[in-house]
């Protein structure tokens, strides 16, 4: 049992700490009645918390104006990305076809490829269309030529060979487009300046010569077909060995057909060639 000494002292405790301040309002009623409690809420400050509370309603309604702005642009970003137009989805498809056969064309890419084996010989196939290769020639023929309409062709032949290897150069340097098969180029693409993809130099430079051949030397038939079957398997060599996709070797053939028709309609005449020749060789004869 506890003794009422005990019992005293807490109910003073208590009692102690009821009469403190943070207490007071549940002891006691505050001396003012409700109507003057209502009062002094009425008159209290008021004015000075409406600006915060108009800066907040104003703060919500410009971050739901930016919202909105932002709902309204999203949409057509999401348009343009997700909905391309029509163009857009033609040119990706036939992109898309063009590697996935490329890549499948490419079976001599590398020697353990399915067609490994052949790797070399459709190398050397593809060296008959460097460019090196035919100005090298073109250069030893002229030297060896002693007939003026030999000449003539011989120097516009050269002329459109430096021609089709500038404007190749030009504009794989532009489109900068790799090949279906991540290859380094050799030395001799280095110095023929064949370094990228699109458009296929060996396909242009092809085309270009077979058609001046043909159109400014008599062959028999069986020649002319078998120049236009080289022309063809030279253009498909380099896709047989990984280096261009086909839509290359396709604009390559159609550039070397433009340099043709750029060359005719720039022939250079008998007397022009032989100045050329003159002054390349640093003598005024007629003949070397």
């Given at each position: ?275 050329i020749i003159s002054i390349s060789t640093l003598s005024w004869s007629p003949f070397f």
């Open positions: 049992m506890p003794s009422p000494f005990n019992v005293r002292s807490r109910v003073r405790e208590r009692n102690g700490v009821l009469n403190r301040p943070e207490f007071i309002s549940l002891n006691q009623q505050p001396s003012g009645s409700t109507e003057s409690r209502r009062g002094s809420r009425r008159s209290a400050p008021t004015i000075i918390m409406k600006p915060q509370s108009s800066q907040q309603s104003e703060e919500p309604t410009d971050s739901g104006s930016r919202d909105r702005r932002e709902s309204t642009k999203l949409p057509e970003e999401d348009c343009m990305l997700l909905n391309p137009s029509f163009k857009g989805i033609a040119m990706n498809s036939l992109l898309a076809i063009d590697i996935c056969l490329s890549k499948r064309m490419g079976v001599c890419a590398y020697t353990s490829s399915s067609w490994g084996g052949c790797r070399s010989m459709v190398a050397l196939l593809a060296l008959t269309g460097h460019g090196i290769t035919w100005i090298i020639g073109t250069i030893v023929c002229l030297t060896r030529s002693n007939t003026l309409a030999g000449q003539e062709v011989l120097v516009n032949l050269l002329l459109a060979l430096i021609l089709d290897v500038m404007t190749v150069a030009g504009v794989q340097s532009l489109v900068k487009r790799r090949g279906p098969w991540e290859m380094s180029p050799g030395f001799l693409d280095c110095v023929a300046m064949d370094k990228y993809s699109f458009p296929a130099a060996h396909a242009s430079r092809a085309a270009m010569v077979s058609k001046f051949l043909l159109s400014h030397l008599v062959l028999a038939v069986p020649l002319r077909i078998l120049l236009v079957l080289w022309a063809f398997l030279v253009g498909m060599s380099r896709v047989l060995l990984g280096k261009h996709h086909l839509t290359d070797m396709v604009c390559g053939f159609a550039l070397g057909m433009l340099h043709f028709s750029l060359m005719e309609t720039v022939w250079l005449s008998s007397n022009t060639c032989q100045t």
